[in-house]
């Protein structure tokens, strides 16, 4: 199964993908996987709440199954957030 990181998830593992063997059977369990690995993965997925996560690039949940999955990409939101402070607007 290759695995896609993105934005900050990818700079807290310091790659942008991997494919690994797993038998995982949900995303929840995938992650579990990972986190067992290494401290970095532990940092990424940290707080999954604040994650976004695609299955063979379909937008999905975190209890999803992974039977037949062949891409699994996780990445923050697109937007929300704190963006800093914008431009200064005088009127």
Not at 22 to 34: K, P, R
Not at 35 to 62: H, K, N, T
């Amino acid at each position: 199964m290759n695995i896609m990181y993105f934005a900050w998830v990818r700079e807290r593992i310091g790659i942008p993908q991997e494919t690994v063997e797993t038998d995982a059977a949900t995303v929840n369990d995938l992650i579990a996987e990972l986190i067992a690995r290494e401290d970095r993965y532990a940092a990424a997925f940290a707080d999954i709440s604040a994650l976004r996560v695609a299955l063979d690039q379909e937008l999905s949940d975190f209890d999803a199954p992974l039977a037949n999955v062949r891409e699994v990409a996780f990445f923050p939101p697109m937007t929300g957030g704190d963006a800093g402070p914008g431009p200064v607007r005088t009127i």
